[in-house]
């Protein structure tokens, strides 16, 4: 077996053993989550247009519960069956679902105003034939959303600390979620460390992504633009769960303290845990 088959291989053993309970378990279901790609989808969408939307690495439907509200027809694709029948087709949008490999998945060309992947790419062995395959489905115009990947100057930083070393805490905790999240899979959902890390092969192997790397090969490929996201700077979820404060109070100083970073790029892009981007075909 090639690499490429063991990772999707070893993406379907682990998201078949976590379907049941993703949507509860994933942070990124939160609902200050959820607000903060709708806020994103829906500057995209006046942009781009509605018709119609394909959803890379669909999952159990993050995107499609948000772009169903505005989209008149939603493609959703994906490598795990159990995750696929999770995905809620109610409502008006036109919703169609398939099990496969994104990056030998056919979609109808240049018919989709937005492809999108959250939280998907660091799953693939190779995000180019995915990128190929969005830039063939969109319309000229149309839009590529990815956000929710691992940042790469955050984990080659993290990755340099010692497990024992004397940190704050808010640091001990990033070092046991990014460098030995694959233990605590293992403990509870009976899946080898090894098998996990596969899985999250751009993530856990490959080490993350540099912004300058997927601008390179987005541009090769066509799209014309790229506009970068970070996102949840260590030390976020202290201040988010600050209970000396309100909520509102919490939450905006999380909020000022991100637009101080963001002035600050590019010295502050390695406090970052993830990257997103925007792209234009």
């Not at 939307?53 to 509200?69: E, R």
């Not at 969005?134 to 990755?159: M, Q, R, V």
């Amino acid at each position: 077996m090639d690499i490429k088959k063991e990772v999707i291989a070893a993406n379907i053993q682990v998201h078949s053993r976590m379907a049941e309970t993703y949507d509860k378990e994933e942070p990124h279901f939160r609902s200050e989550n959820i607000a903060r790609v709708e806020r994103i989808l829906k500057e995209i969408y006046a942009q781009s247009g509605t018709s119609a939307q394909l959803d890379m690495g669909c999952g159990t439907g993050f995107i499609i519960n948000i772009a169903k509200k505005y989209v008149n027809k939603i493609t959703g694709v994906d490598v795990t069956q159990p995750m696929l029948d999770r995905v809620d087709k109610s409502g008006k949008c036109n919703i169609e679902l398939f099990n496969s490999d994104i990056g030998e998945f056919e979609p109808i060309p240049g018919v989709y105003d937005i492809v999108t992947g959250y939280a998907f790419l660091h799953h693939l062995h190779d995000i180019k034939p995915a990128m190929i395959t969005a830039y063939k489905a969109l319309k000229s115009g149309g839009t590529l959303y990815c956000d929710l990947e691992p940042n790469y100057y955050f984990w080659e930083s993290i990755h340099n600390l010692e497990r024992n070393g004397s940190y704050d805490p808010i640091v001990k905790r990033e070092i046991e979620m990014v460098t030995y999240k694959d233990e605590d899979v293992e403990k509870n959902y009976g899946v080898p460390k090894e098998t996990f890390d596969k899985s999250e092969w751009g993530k856990n192997i490959a080490g993350g992504f540099k912004e300058e790397d997927v601008e390179s090969l987005l541009k090769n490929i066509g799209f014309n633009k790229v506009k970068f996201i970070y996102h949840w700077y260590i030390g976020q979820a202290y201040l988010i769960n600050d209970y000396k404060a309100s909520k509102e109070e919490r939450f905006l100083y999380a909020d000022v303290m991100n637009d101080i970073l963001h002035k600050t790029m590019p010295l502050a892009r390695n406090l970052y845990k993830y990257i997103g981007f925007i792209a234009y075909k």
